[in-house]
C-alpha cells in the first residue's frame, strides 16, 4: 500500500482519496487553494494533512497525484521541481484527459516517474463514493514505472486500465467528452421540446431518464450500432418530416441538433442496410433541401 499525496483535492481528488484510503492506501496530504477547503475534503477522505503548500504535501507522499484543473498542471510541476524536494523514488501522476506526461517534465528531469491517470467517469460533488470507480476505465500513459504504479491503483480501484499513446490522448479525451458530456446537452435538449409541449420539467425528467437507461442497456448488450431505434433506422420520412414541421413551428433553436444528429442517425441506418432510396428521402428532409 502506497504513501500518496493529492495536490488538488476537489471533486475528482477528494472522491479519489476516499476511494484509495478504503482500499487500504495511506493518504498523507490533500492540498487545496484554500485551506477550508482542504479541510473539508479531509473530512471527506477521512485521512490525509489538509494543507495549502504543494511542496508539503508532494514532500509527504510516495506517489504524488496532481487533481488540479488542467491549466494549473505544468505551472505546478514547475513550482515542484523548484521546491528542493528529493523526486528520486517518487511516481507523480495527473488525472488530465488530454494532457500528458510531458506535462510533468520538469519532475521528470528530477528523477520522478511521471504519468498521466485518467478515470473515464464524470465527478461532479467532492464526495462521490468509491464504486464510482468500480467498472470504469482509466487511460493511461507515461513512464514505464508511472504505469506500473498506475496500474496498480486502477487494480485496486475495480477499474480497467486503458494505456494510451501520447499522441492519441486528445482524440482519446474528445471520445470521452461525446459519450459523457453530450448526451447530457441531448438531454436538455428533449427537456426543452417538452417544456414547448407543455410538460413541466419534473416529468420530463421522469419521461427521459427511464428512457436514456433503456437505451444504454440496449448499447451495453449489443452496440451502438445495433442499439439505435426510431423512425431514421426504419426509414420513416414521413415521422421525420412532421418532426421537422413541429420544431420548426414550436422549438426552432433545437432544429439544428436535432438535424445533425439526424443525419449522424442516417449513417448508421446505412450500415443497417436501409435502402438507398428511403436514405436519399430522409436526407433531403434532414438537410432541408
Ligand atoms: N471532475 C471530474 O469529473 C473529472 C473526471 C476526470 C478527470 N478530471 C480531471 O481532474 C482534474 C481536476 O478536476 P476537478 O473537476 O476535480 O477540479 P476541481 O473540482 O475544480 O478541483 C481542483 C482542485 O485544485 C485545487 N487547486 C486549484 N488551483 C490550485 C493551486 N494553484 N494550488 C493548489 N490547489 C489548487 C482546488 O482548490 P480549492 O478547492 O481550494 O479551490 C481544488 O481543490 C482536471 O485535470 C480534470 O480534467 C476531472
Redesign the pocket.
Known amino acids: 500500500m502506497a504513501d500518496i499525496s493529492i ?7 477528494t472522491s479519489l482519496g476516499r476511494a484509495l484510503a478504503e482500499r487500504g492506501h495511506r493518504i498523507r496530504a490533500l ?4 485551506l477550508r ?2 479541510r473539508e ?1 479531509r473530512k471527506i477522505v477521512g485521512q490525509g494533512r489538509p494543507v ?1 503548500d ?1 511542496a508539503a504535501a508532494a514532500a509527504a507522499g510516495r506517489v504524488v497525484i496532481l ?4 491549466e ?2 505544468r ?2 510541476a514547475v513550482r515542484l521541481a523548484r521546491s528542493g524536494i528529493d523526486w528520486s523514488g517518487k511516481t507523480v501522476l ?5 494532457l500528458t506526461a510531458e506535462a510533468l517534465r520538469p519532475l521528470r528531469k528530477r528523477g520522478a516517474a511521471a504519468g498521466s491517470f ?7 460533488e ?1 464526495g462521490m463514493p468509491p464504486s464510482r470507480f468500480r467498472g470504469i476505465s482509466f487511460g493511461l500513459e507515461g513512464d514505464r514505472i508511472a504505469l506500473e504504479v498506475a496500474g496498480g491503483l486502477v487494480r485496486d480501484l475495480g477499474g480497467r486500465a486503458l494505456i494510451i499513446s501520447e499522441a492519441a490522448k486528445p482524440l482519446y479525451h474528445a471520445a470521452c467528452i461525446l459519450a459523457s458530456n453530450y448526451p447530457v446537452v441531448l438531454w436538455q435538449a428533449a427537456a426543452g421540446v417538452l417544456e414547448r409541449s407543455g410538460i413541466t420539467d419534473r416529468e420530463a425528467l421522469r419521461l427521459i431518464v427511464p428512457l436514456a437507461e433503456g437505451t444504454l442497456r440496449s448499447v451495453k448488450k449489443l452496440d451502438p450500432e445495433g442499439a439505435l431505434t426510431g423512425p431514421i433506422v426504419r426509414g420513416d420520412a414521413g415521422t421525420v418530416r412532421a418532426h421537422l414541421e413541429a420544431l420548426r413551428r414550436s422549438a426552432p433553436e433545437y432544429l439544428r441538433l436535432y438535424r445533425e444528429n439526424g443525419l449522424a442517425a442516417l449513417k448508421i441506418a446505412g450500415k443497417r442496410g436501409l435502402a438507398d432510396g428511403k436514405t436519399r428521402a430522409i436526407r433531403a428532409l434532414l438537410e432541408g433541401r
Open positions: 495536490i488538488g483535492a476537489g471533486r475528482l481528488g492540498a487545496c487553494r484554500s477547503s482542504a475534503s495549502t504543494v487533481c488540479l484543473p488542467d494549473r498542471i505551472a505546478a495527473h488525472t488530465s484527459g488530454l485518467h478515470p473515464a467517469q464524470a465527478f461532479p467532492k
